[in-house]
T-cell receptor, first 113, second 111 residues
């Protein structure tokens, strides 16, 4: 298994500002993923982050709004840009050890006022 | 039709009961089948990971995959109040790393 940490665990932000969420994995993983989860709902994939290449975004998510960095095999960041209240959600990162075998971080709970 | 269907519950059973959680899917390309447990305000925890059809047992948990019926199950024996959580099924193909999640079933075990 893998241990994944995220920072911050929660934040309250003002409309129009940006927040960068950090994700650290305790082992090297080729693929990392960023998800969004509304309370009581399932997970929605935002993007897939490979080390050394541009992130791949899912339909409805764009790089200008959710820029992602993946500087090495154990770390990634997701920035939520120009936030609005609709961006209030839980943001989760995961790392993949085996095919489709993903381990998740504890999540970042974001509230935008 | 969603690729993965899961009854959202809530499901409430007495302590010690056998719990059965299920998902159906439509994409025959899925080869990897997972069950995640998610406690309130926590990230999903990988509980069971299986490849192709068959059964896998881990302690009180048994995962079953029936690819011919496109149906997967998670059984919890001797359920405990600490098993109260949301259980999410998830599936992936052999070459794509993207996995598809079910909507999750909220389970409550009554002492």
């Amino acid at each position: 298994s893998a241990v994944i940490s995220q920072k911050p665990s929660r934040d309250i932000c003002q409309r129009g500002t940006s927040l960068t969420i950090q994700c650290q994995v305790d082992s090297q993983v080729t693929m990392m993923f960023w998800y969004r989860q509304q309370p009581g709902q399932s997970l929605t994939l935002i993007a897939t982050a490979n080390q050394g290449s541009e992130a791949t975004y899912e339909s409805g998510f764009v790089i200008d709004k959710f820029p992602i960095s993946r500087p090495n095999l154990t770390f990634s960041t997701l920035t939520v840009s120009n936030m609005s209240p609709e961006d209030s959600s839980i943001y989760l990162c995961s790392g993949e050890l085996g095919v489709s075998e993903q381990f998740f971080g504890p999540g970042t709970r974001l509230t935008v006022l | 039709q969603k690729e993965v269907e899961q009854d959202p519950g809530p499901l409430s059973v007495p302590e010690g009961a056998i719990v059965s959680l299920n998902c159906t899917y439509s994409n025959s390309a899925f080869q990897y089948f997972m069950w995640y447990r998610q406690y309130s305000r926590k990230g999903p925890e990988l509980l069971m990971y299986t490849y192709s059809s068959g059964n896998k047992e881990d302690g009180r948990f048994t995962a079953q995959v029936d690819k011919s019926s496109k149906y997967i199950s998670l059984f919890i024996r001797d359920s405990q109040p600490s098993d109260s959580a949301t259980y999410l099924c998830a599936m992936g193909g052999s070459s794509a790393s993207k996995i598809i999640f079910g909507s999750g079933t909220r389970l409550s075990i009554r002492p």
